[in-house]
């Protein structure tokens, strides 16, 4: 998916993650160096990481804002009501979590507070991330919610504009649709969410 360059920044800050560029990276060497990781501030806060979760060749993957506190007791991305809820939205277009779905986050650690994660957190934690999406070579991603699909497009855009298209991250179609954390918070936009899901599913028909 060309995206070696990403591991030869030559400005790469001072302790960022060192991410092998080799096209034959395993997996076991990323989820080294994500528990590794101590190139921000959030390593001294967390309990764990938060690497992902799923069916690594997925043809589907959902990409979150950042690990909350049950997330970073159990180290897996999307538990608790949240995660029970997005679990139902994988059923009803035919999902299920861990067959043919990834789950990750942006950040693999919790910001202290669930605080909105800082630039320089997101741009040292970002590399583990595009390396996740150059092992999975996934057919589709989902963007879930405002910081994450921010975080993907480069955007500040709000998810209600962002919604309904198709937009494309190192190469690979991507959709926006509601965290289900904020659905939780927000029953009225589920309606708008399940819209979000038809959508992604005529679009990987499509593909």
Not at 16 to 25: D, L, S
Not at 78 to 86: D, I, N, P, R, S
Not at 158 to 187: D, F, M, N, W
Request: charge should be positive; glycine fraction near 6%; aromatic fraction near 6%.
């Amino acid at each position: 998916m060309g995206l070696a360059p990403v591991w030869r920044l030559r400005n790469r800050p001072a302790n960022a993650p060192v991410v092998p560029a080799e096209a034959g990276t395993q997996w076991i060497e990323i989820k080294q160096a994500v528990p590794a990781c101590t190139a921000c501030a959030l390593h001294k806060s967390r309990a764990q990481t938060v690497f992902g979760v799923g069916d690594e060749n997925a043809d589907w993957m959902l990409i979150g804002e950042a690990p909350g506190a049950e997330e970073d007791r159990l180290g897996e991305p999307f538990v608790g009501q949240a995660g029970k809820l997005l679990d139902n939205m994988l059923a009803a277009i035919d999902l299920k979590r861990g067959e043919n779905v990834y789950i990750a986050n942006v950040l693999k650690c919790r910001p202290p507070g669930n605080r909105n994660p800082e630039p320089d957190e997101v741009e040292k934690c970002t590399p583990f991330l595009k390396r996740q999406i150059a092992l999975i070579q996934p057919k589709l991603i989902i963007a879930m919610g405002r910081f994450a699909a921010q975080t993907l497009l480069a955007s500040d855009a709000s998810i209600a504009s962002l919604r309904g298209r198709v937009y494309s991250y190192e190469g690979v179609p991507l959709i926006v649709t509601y965290h289900p954390a904020y659905l939780l918070r927000s029953l009225p936009d589920k309606s708008k969410a399940w819209a979000d899901l038809v959508f992604a599913r005529k679009t990987m028909a499509s593909l």
